[in-house]
Nanobody
Framework: QVQLVESGGGLVQAGGSLRLSCAASGSIFTINAMAWYRQAPGKQRELVAKITSGGSTNYADSVKGRFTISRGNARNTVYLQMNSLKPEDTAVYYC?????????WGQGTQVTVSS
């Protein structure tokens, strides 16, 4: 069983910054990749950023140049630095961990950007 706990969400004005954190615990033997997804009201969940065990990253076009995903010193942590936030970034942000083809999800953390 894998548990993912996100933190760092909140309310911020447009142009501001937030840093999300995700810590994984439990029966983790191999982490193939960790990622952040988001889901806005009435929309499908979408990939925001992903980082593989080798350190390769990819981002949604809408966040390139503004968001940065990184791994912590502990291999089971991942961060999302979000700068120049826009109202359209408002969503619940979910941490995702892929291990041996199995996806694990956190409960999500709300990010609200006011205009």
């Amino acid at each position: 069983q894998v548990q993912l706990v996100e933190s760092g969400g909140g309310l911020v004005q447009a142009g501001g910054s937030l840093r999300l954190s995700c810590a994984a615990s439990g029966s983790i033997f191999t982490i193939n990749a960790m990622a952040w997804y988001r889901q806005a009201p009435g929309k499908q969940r979408e990939l925001v950023a992903k980082i593989t065990s080798g350190g390769s990253t990819n981002y949604a076009d809408s966040v390139k140049g503004r968001f940065t995903i990184s791994r912590g010193n502990a291999r089971n942590t991942v961060y999302l630095q979000m700068n120049s936030l826009k109202p359209e970034d408002t969503a619940v942000y979910y941490c995702n961990l892929i291990s041996w083809g199995t996806e694990n999800w956190g409960q999500g953390t709300q990010v609200t950007v006011s205009s």
